[in-house]
């Protein structure tokens, strides 16, 4: 089952600085059909404009993924961690016990960026931030594993059953991607047109994948991915 929400059906707010698009319920978007994803509960699409961000601000048991578009973002936080990523990176926080951060675009351009939360297998674990480059080029043609919480995958760190994946198709190219039974995939092109075992997807529309032991995904346009595997 293959459930496309288009970008233009999603909620959100623009509040000047911020212009914010959620695929599911978030603040003062409400749907009781989007509340989540599994464990993957948020996935905001977010605009922010220069020189402006969210002030610090806390969270706990949550898994939050930072995958920036354009631009870059510094984030700052309680644990005494600053850090700048710039566009194609990734950072992770782990809420746990709790943590206070912020984020902000500093440079002199917009910048964008989605933002995922994945709920935390475990409540109270030990808070941690971390940010990791990842060309491109080592992507291509492939998912590659962003973030994930298998050591194993050789990844940034999440404390959930999850993997975030991320991968760059030119036109015509072709991906696959074996998902176990009992496990939901979320895949969002943050550039390019794309099908999804024959379901087209444009730009920054997503796709709730479940009880699709295969995604086969074959790029109409240069095509750049993002996508969470979770229970």
């Known amino acids: 089952m293959i459930d496309v929400r288009p970008f233009a059906s999603l909620g959100g707010a623009n509040h000047g600085w911020l212009n914010a698009k959620h695929h599911f319920s978030f603040a003062n978007y409400y749907d009781p059909a989007r509340m989540g994803w599994g464990r993957l509960r948020v996935w905001n699409d977010d605009e922010i404009a220069a020189r402006s961000g969210f002030p610090p601000h806390p969270h706990a048991d949550m898994e939050i993924i930072t995958y920036v578009r354009t631009g870059a973002i510094t984030h700052e ?68 594993v962003l973030a994930s919480g298998d050591p194993d995958d050789g990844a940034l760190t999440i404390n959930a059953d999850a993997r975030v994946l991320g991968a760059t198709l030119g036109a015509g190219e072709t991906l696959r991607y074996s998902l176990p039974a009992g496990r939901r995939a979320y895949l969002v092109p943050a550039v390019g047109s794309v099908a999804v075992n024959g379901v087209v997807l444009n730009a920054r529309d997503g796709a709730a994948i479940v009880d699709e032991a295969e995604i086969v995904v074959t790029a109409g346009s240069d095509a750049e991915l993002v996508m969470v595997d979770s229970l």
């Open 77 to 144: 936080d309680s644990m005494g961690n600053k850090g700048r990523t710039g566009a194609g990176d990734v950072q992770v926080m782990s809420a746990g016990t709790g943590v206070r951060h912020s984020e902000v675009n500093l440079e002199n351009e917009t910048t964008t960026l989605f933002q995922i939360w994945i709920e935390a297998d475990k409540r109270g674990a030990t808070p941690a931030w971390g940010a990791q480059t990842f060309p491109k080029s080592d992507r291509s043609g492939q998912f590659s």
